[in-house]
């Protein structure tokens, strides 16, 4: 088998990030795209309805399509065209945690409900990065459930998703800076959105390179 030069092996690790970077681009999207369907789907409808079951369903299925190109990823393309267990046991957990915490944020209402809700969530998604991690380090799922290790991006993922509700809910308190940034025109719910977007790459980058460390 020939050897490879060092312009090749340097070419191939070039392809070898690129790759990985749209991949971490796409199931960004697809998270905020499903957590902004979501969102939008659920907020003035009643719990027990055809739009609430619309959204969550519509979150469910984004966010086992974001594991699966997390997976692939961390671990390569498989040929397995049905997720597996684990993948969609973790989607439904973080399906239900995001679900917890608006309906959190809703109950308490306002500033401080919202800011507690994101206290919580900051909590449960720390079990529940840790449990994804094993899976993506092919572990048996629960033979850790408090990694500190994932604390640091379960606290990105939730302060991003704190500044997106209050973008949503209380976008009075981000006027005049918008203003002042030449975004006046734009609407707080995309701005929020755009928001947790960028939080959510962050946090998708390290947990993805936490997991590439075997």
């Excluded at 048996?140 to 991003?160: H, K, Q, R, W, Y």
């Amino acid at each position: 088998m020939a050897t490879l030069g060092p312009e090749e092996r340097t070419s191939l690790t070039g392809l070898r990030v690129l790759g990985q970077t749209l991949s971490m681009v796409a199931f960004t999207l697809v998270e905020t795209v499903a957590l902004g369907l979501w969102l939008t789907l659920v907020r003035d409808a009643p719990l027990l309805s055809v739009a609430s079951a619309l959204g969550i369903g519509a979150l469910g299925v984004g966010l086992v399509f974001e594991h699966v190109l997390t997976d692939a990823t961390v671990n390569g393309l498989s040929l397995a065209v049905v997720p597996d267990r684990q993948v969609l046991g973790i989607s439904l957990s973080e399906t239900l945690l995001w679900v917890v915490w608006l309906g959190l944020a809703a109950q308490l209402g306002g500033v401080g409900g919202i800011l507690g809700a994101g206290v919580v969530l900051a909590v449960l998604l720390v079990p529940q990065h840790t449990v994804e991690d094993n899976v993506l380090r092919d572990r048996p799922p629960f033979s850790s459930v408090l990694d500190p290790m994932t604390i640091g991006f379960s606290l990105v993922e939730a302060v991003g998703a704190t500044l997106w509700l209050l973008f949503v809910f209380e976008g009075w308190l981000f006027k005049d800076v918008l203003v002042a940034l030449g975004l006046g025109g734009v609407g707080a719910d995309a701005v929020g959105l755009a928001v947790l977007a960028v939080f959510l790459s962050v946090e998708h980058d390290i947990g993805v390179a936490l997991a590439k460390q075997g």
